[in-house]
């Protein structure tokens, strides 16, 4: 009776795997469309590449352009993302033929795929992916005019990098947001107007703020505009004094050719803005500074955008299209992923646990361009996706950037007992450029790897990110190495 049941239950489950496959190999594009899109994207990509390596200043150009790369970026999301999952498939297929007949076990397995093919693509992806090659085949038909106009523009002086390399070095997909504080900065101020122009730029932590902003201080046109440029960091200004206030300030620029001219204020704060301490601060910046003077606010609340005399620029993280091309690049650099599929399917899986976090993919990429083995790749994805589930079972929410104790995965099982030990992130800073000494040693891609020399003892400091871009500040964390069996709790 027992052989009956089980004969008929493997049946049943073996028509549902044969229609289920069927139906993702019917919902597949065809061939065709997938070679007709990679070719559009090749050809987009020689276009964008050239606008990266030229000093565009005109407004509209710059949107053409950030259209185009949405466009490329949701193209290569798509097509990698299909490429995975006909690998996935042809894995199960080979799976099913080769495997011990085990129902349930097979079952399991395609559930688990087709969750996390879910989280990739959608639904009407096929439709989609038409759209995108409908859409790109218009933008190279009128590609030839705007080429004309990108080779007016000058060329952009840089070293011949890899590509993960260059994309390590230049800050990624704030063009648009880069020329528009440019352009506000540089536009002249109608005689009579003794108000000063200030900008507010709002956005979460870590989404590249004060990037943005060293990045629109380093422009040329902005250091031959103002003849001082000063940087103000605090929490608030809630206790600033108006007489001490430049004290507190440092220099970023000075042009000496201009001295008394119009200067440039940039605020960062972290919290809320006191406006009584703001009203003052703008009172005596009326009378102080010279007219044509602009101030660039940033902070994480949406308060700041109120203080603003023009429209605030707005900062999120990276949609999951543009994530992933900027993640592949660092992990893949010039290598087309088709040549590594099993890789790439792997990468597209990992992308989906780091929540769009820069440092994330920094320190990954770093570890995953470290061992190309697909085994090392899985075992990655494996301690991800136990990092987002056991900080959400502790926290109940999956943490970026706060000060409570978080759990961190590490690599080495076997290594000096490690595998008894897990080890707690109590708490992440950012800080300003500093000199060797003042970098911690170990680093967090040690810490994953098991690749340090010696195991710190009690709380210690670890390097998360050095930023190899403007300005160049290090991101470290607080750490403590805890015995799961041992029931410490963590230190303050």
């Not at 390590?168 to 002249?188: N, P, T, V, W, Y």
């Not at 994330?360 to 136990?386: D, K, Q």
Request: aromatic fraction near 10%; charge should be positive; glycine fraction near 6%.
């Amino acid at each position: 009776m027992e052989g009956l049941i089980s004969a008929v239950l493997g049946d049943i489950v073996s028509r549902a795997i044969s229609i289920m496959v069927k139906k993702c190999h019917e919902q597949t594009p065809t061939e065709e469309d997938q070679q007709r899109l990679h070719q559009l994207l090749m050809r987009i990509s020689a276009v964008v590449e050239e606008a990266d390596g030229r000093c565009i200043t005109n407004r509209g150009m710059i949107r053409q352009i950030s259209t185009v790369k949405e466009q490329m970026f949701r193209g290569y999301f798509l097509l990698d993302a299909f490429r995975c999952r006909e690998k996935k498939m042809e894995d199960k297929e080979v799976s099913f033929a080769k495997s011990k007949f085990n129902p349930a076990k097979r079952f399991r397995l395609l559930s688990s795929n087709s969750q996390i093919e879910s989280m990739i693509i959608g639904r009407d992806s096929s439709k989609e992916l038409k759209q995108v090659i409908l859409v790109l085949e218009n933008m190279v038909a009128d590609m030839k005019e705007f080429a004309i106009f990108l080779m007016s523009y000058p060329r952009i002086y840089r070293q011949p990098y890899g590509a993960y390399l260059f994309f390590d070095k230049c800050m990624f997909g704030r063009q648009m947001e880069r020329e528009l504080a440019i352009s506000f900065l540089l536009h002249a101020e109608p005689l009579g107007n003794e108000k000063i122009g200030v900008l507010p730029i709002v956005g979460p932590p870590l989404v590249g703020k004060s990037t943005l902003v060293e990045h629109v201080c380093y422009d040329d046109r902005v250091r031959n505009h103002f003849s001082l440029i000063l940087l103000y960091i605090e929490n608030d200004l809630k206790d600033e004094a108006v007489t001490t206030f430049r004290d507190n300030c440092v220099i970023k620029h000075q042009n000496v050719a201009l001295d008394g001219e119009r200067s440039l204020l940039i605020i960062e704060l972290l919290g809320d803005v006191d406006r009584v301490a703001w009203k003052r601060l703008m009172q005596s910046a009326e009378i102080r500074m010279t007219h044509g003077s602009k101030i660039i606010i940033t902070s994480r609340s949406e308060k700041t955008v109120s203080f603003g005399t023009t429209e605030a620029l707005r900062l999120n993280y990276l949609s999951k299209e543009a994530y992933w091309y900027f993640f592949r690049m660092l992990v893949f650099g010039s290598t087309d992923p088709e040549e590594h599929p099993k890789l790439t399917s792997i990468a597209m899986e990992i992308v989906c646990e780091m929540s769009g976090s820069f440092i994330f993919a920094y320190i990954v990429s770093t570890l995953l361009r470290g061992n190309l083995s697909g085994r090392f790749w899985c075992r990655l994805l494996r301690h991800l996706t136990e990092h987002r589930q056991k900080n959400l079972f502790l926290l109940g929410e999956y943490p970026l950037v706060d000060g409570r104790p978080r759990y961190v995965w590490s690599m080495a099982k076997t290594r000096r007992g490690s595998k008894d030990i897990k080890f707690f992130i109590c708490g992440d800073y950012q800080k300003g450029p500093a000199s060797h000494g003042e970098v911690p040693k170990i680093t967090a891609v040690d810490l994953l790897s098991g690749t340090w020399s010696a195991m710190p003892q009690g709380k210690f400091e670890a390097l998360s990110w050095r930023s190899r871009i403007p300005p160049y500040y290090i991101y470290t964390a607080d750490c403590q190495f805890v015995r799961r069996e041992s029931g410490l709790t963590l230190t303050a």
